[in-house]
C-alpha cells in the first residue's frame, strides 16, 4: 500500500504564492501517473491538476490554468503543485493522489490511494 504525505499548506495573502509537495513511498511511483485535487468546506472534491508517470503530459482545471504548475521528481517520489497568484477561492484542503496505471483522470473515483491532505488557506 502506498503511502501519500503531503505538504506546504499554509495561510498566504490573496496573490501570494505556496508550493506543495507530495512524497509518496514505494519503488514503483515513476510509472503512475499524479493528481491534486481539493475540497472546499461544504463542496465535492475537484479535480486540480493531473500529470502522467513521465512527467510530459500535464492538465489543469480551468479555474488554476495559467497560475498553478505540476511538475514530478521521479528519482525523489514526490510530485510539486506551485501555486501562484492565489485567490480566496482557492481555499481548500489539498490532496494528492496516485492513479493505478500511468496516466490521470478527472474524476476522483479513478483513484484509489490518496494523501491526508493540506491546507491552503487564501486571505483577502
Known amino acids: 500500500q502506498v503511502q501519500l504525505v503531503e505538504s506546504g499548506g499554509g495561510l498566504v495573502q490573496a496573490g501570494g504564492s505556496l508550493r506543495l509537495s507530495c512524497a509518496a513511498s514505494?519503488?514503483?511511483?515513476?510509472?503512475?501517473?499524479m493528481a491534486w485535487f481539493r475540497q472546499a468546506p461544504g463542496k465535492e472534491r475537484e479535480f486540480v491538476s493531473g500529470?502522467?508517470?513521465?512527467?510530459?503530459?500535464?492538465y489543469y482545471a480551468d479555474s488554476v490554468k495559467g497560475r498553478f504548475t505540476i511538475s514530478r521528481d521521479n528519482a525523489k517520489n514526490t510530485v510539486n503543485l506551485q501555486m501562484n497568484s492565489l485567490k480566496p477561492e482557492d481555499t481548500a484542503v489539498y490532496y494528492c493522489?496516485?492513479?493505478?496505471?500511468?496516466?490521470?483522470?478527472?474524476?476522483?473515483?479513478?483513484?484509489?490511494?490518496w494523501g491526508q491532505g493540506t491546507q491552503v488557506t487564501v486571505s483577502s
Open positions: 500529470i502522467n508517470w513521465s512527467g510530459d503530459s500535464t
Open positions: 493522489a496516485r492513479s493505478e496505471t500511468g496516466y490521470y483522470s478527472g474524476s476522483p473515483d479513478f483513484f484509489r490511494s
Open positions: 514505494g519503488r514503483t511511483f515513476s510509472i503512475y501517473g
